[in-house]
């Protein structure tokens, strides 16, 4: 808890980092504004005082705090190979570092990138709206979520949203068992919903053979029984959790592992990445835009550099952190601040790779982008906590 703590006391407003080498030199620096939410005023009293006394740190500021410590290991790499790079940190939960304040800010306006990992939808459009008027590729890198944003072609989004997550379970499926009993089972809601409605538009656009997939409601008091009734004891079935509710998918994956008679595979959200022990006796398969590698060298320097700063294991946010601060920044400089058209630029690749497109509008305007999305995703395959398989689309 006392690194944590010593982090968070070195940017009570924000955190100004420079290379000083070529900061005393003629080249360009280039300027980078990273946002995330770190909660400093709800564990600092204004006067600096520790407000949380010997309490660990609430669980709500370890993801900010996290991308944050991600960021400030790439940012210690960038100095050791002398890269032109100032780094200034806005924490969006303090009163001197929320998205309104930094706005008025004169130091925003100079800057040549901006970093997000937002938590907050209304966040996103005014920062985006800030970008597209001052022309600053926005990147936002941990929350799939577009914000409402339309023809804002300065605001890319890496974490995928739902529908993009959806067209790729959807291909797959097509792709790996088109011919399998496929049934969705549900909850009642407006993201459900939203899913079904999805699924069936993509059926009706699909270039390949459409599915068929039986959707299915159920509550939330369901039985195993139920849904058995459902399932074919003479072929493969595949089960798509057609809602993000984390415990309706639990129970789902539970029910479907204790009826092993039925040889069945579970298909889940995106929110699996983040589930647990949901896949004893059963093979679940999800999709995700991150794929850390832990056990390469890349991945063992970061783990070993975080472990020797905190005496901790890094979660998938220092990898985000420290992927999204490092290779922006160095496409930033080798292409000398065209970003946009050399965002997709294979050379920097550290884990992922990402495919960065174009979202159009619904208007008759061919030439209109919305923003910038990650297209890249990866089938994630686990049974008893193992991953089996990793693919691509």
């Avoid at 009706?204 to 159920?218: D, H, N, Q």
């Avoid at 929110?271 to 991150?290: C, F, H, K, Q, S």
């Avoid at 208007?363 to 923003?371: C, F, I, K, P, T």
Wanted: net charge positive; aromatic share 10%; proline share 4%.
């Amino acid at each position: 808890m006392r690194s944590h703590i010593k982090i968070i006391l070195s940017f009570l407003l924000f955190i100004c980092l420079m290379n000083n080498t070529h900061s005393q030199t003629t080249e360009r620096v280039y300027k980078i504004a990273v946002f995330a939410p770190v909660y400093v005023d709800s564990a600092f009293t204004p006067d600096g005082t520790y407000r949380l006394g010997s309490q660990i740190l609430p669980r709500y500021m370890m993801p900010g705090l996290d991308f944050y410590n991600g960021i400030m290991l790439a940012v210690d790499s960038l100095s050791k190979e002398q890269a032109p790079v100032e780094v200034v940190f806005y924490d969006t939960r303090s009163a001197k570092g929320n998205i309104s304040y930094a706005l008025t800010d004169t130091t925003l306006r100079e800057v040549s990138l901006i970093i997000a990992s937002f938590n907050n939808r209304a966040e996103i459009k005014p920062l985006a709206d800030f970008a597209l008027e001052h022309e600053i590729p926005l990147i936002s890198h941990t929350y799939p979520n577009d914000g409402g944003i339309s023809e804002n072609p300065y605001f890319i989004l890496i974490n995928p949203t739902l529908k993009t997550h959806l067209e790729g379970i959807y291909r797959y499926l097509q792709r790996v068992y088109p011919t399998s009993n496929i049934s969705m089972f549900r909850r009642k809601g407006g993201v459900e919903d939203l899913i079904q409605s999805t699924f069936s538009d993509i059926s009706r656009t699909t270039s390949g053979v459409p599915l068929r997939i039986k959707t299915v409601e159920l509550t939330d008091s369901f039985t195993t029984s139920q849904v058995i009734s459902y399932l074919d004891s003479t072929r493969q079935n595949i089960i798509i959790c057609g809602s993000l509710n984390e415990t309706f998918g639990a129970n789902l994956v539970k029910s479907l592992s204790e009826s092993r008679k039925y040889r069945s595979i579970a298909m889940g959200m995106p929110t699996w990445d983040a589930l647990r022990g949901v896949d004893r006796n059963i093979e679940i398969i999800y999709t995700t835009p991150y794929h850390f590698i832990r056990t390469d060298k890349l991945g063992l320097d970061i783990t070993n550099a975080y472990r020797n700063k905190f005496s901790g294991r890094p979660s998938d946010m220092v990898f985000k952190g420290f992927e999204a601060m490092y290779r922006f920044t160095r496409l930033l400089v080798k292409h000398e601040g065209k970003l946009i058209s050399n965002i997709n630029d294979k050379s920097v690749k550290l884990f992922n790779d990402f495919d960065i497109q174009p979202v159009r509008p619904y208007s008759s305007n061919a030439g209109a982008v919305d923003y910038l999305e990650n297209k890249k995703l990866y089938y994630i395959r686990k049974m008893d906590g193992q991953i089996r398989s990793v693919s691509q689309q």
